[in-house]
C-alpha cells in the first residue's frame, strides 16, 4: 500500500491526525525496565489513538552499536498498519542519497522519511524513486534558528519571496509520483498557513506542539486541508515521557487521548 493510502487509512480509523514521536530519553525511562519493553508499552497503550508514529534517529544513534538494534526493534514493534517516519533528516549527493534511501526502505522498512532540501533536487532524488514511500522535505522548521536562513527574503523573477515559500514551490514541482510532503513547525503557524495555501494538498508533518510551544488550535486550522485532514501533528516528549514512574504507558494514553480530542476538535468536519 501506498504511503498516503495508509496514512489516510490510519487517519479515518482512528480518528486521528497525531502522531507520536518515539524519542526516548533513557534518564526518564524508569529502572526496571528495558528499553524495548519501554516502547513495546508506549505503542501498545496508544496504537488505537495515531495516525503515525515518528522515529527520531539520533535518539538510537545515541547509544552507539546497540542503537541500531533498538531501532530495528522499535519499528517492527508498531502494528504494520500504522505509517511509520524515518525522522532522519537526509540528503546528500546523488550516490550517497541513494545509500540512505536503501537502508530506511529497504533494510529498515519504513514507510516514510524526512529529508534536507538544502543541496537541491539530485539529492532528493533517489528517495522520491521509492514512490509508495512518503518523502517529507523540511520546509520551515520549528526551532528558533530557522530564522537563519528559512526567512530570508530571496528574489524570484523580481519578487521577492521568503526562501521557505520557495521550498514548498519546488517541492511540488517534485511530487511527480505524489509522494511528497513538507515539515512545518507549529511554532510558525503564520508560516504554516501560507505554505498550505501554496500547497492545498500535500501533507504537512507539524512538530513543535508541547515543550516548544506551539499552538495546538493553530497548528490545526492553518495546516489541515479544505476537508480537515493532511495534517500529521508530532508530539514525542510530552506523550512518551508524561510520567516517570510505573504509570507512563497510561499516562501516555491518557496524554495522547487528551491531545487527539483537542485537535479534533477544531478540525473542520470530516
Ligand atoms: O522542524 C522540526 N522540528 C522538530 O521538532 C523538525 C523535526 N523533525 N522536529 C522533530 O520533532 C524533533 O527532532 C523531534 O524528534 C520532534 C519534536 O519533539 P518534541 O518537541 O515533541 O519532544
Redesign the pocket.
Known sequence: MKFLEKLNSSVNCNQSLICI?L?PDTSLIPDNISLEDFIRQIIEATSDLVCAY?I?F??FEAMGSEGYHFLHAARSLIPRHIPVIA?A?RGDIGNTSRAYARAIFEKLDFDAV?VNPYMGYDSIQPFLEHSERGIFI?C????PG?NDFQNLQCLKDENKTPLYLLVAEKSRQWNIHGNVGL???A?CPEELGLIRKQCPEMPI?I??????GGDVRLAVVNGTDSNGRSAII??????IHASRGDDFAIQSRQAANKLRKEINQYRRPF
Open positions: 514521536g524519542d515518528k527520531n539520533a535518539f525522522d533528516k524526512t523540511l520551515r522548521t520549528s526551532n530557522a515539515v512545518v513547525g511554532t508533518l512538530p513543535g506542539i508541547g515543550h516548544q508530532n508530539s514525542s516528549r510530552q506523550i
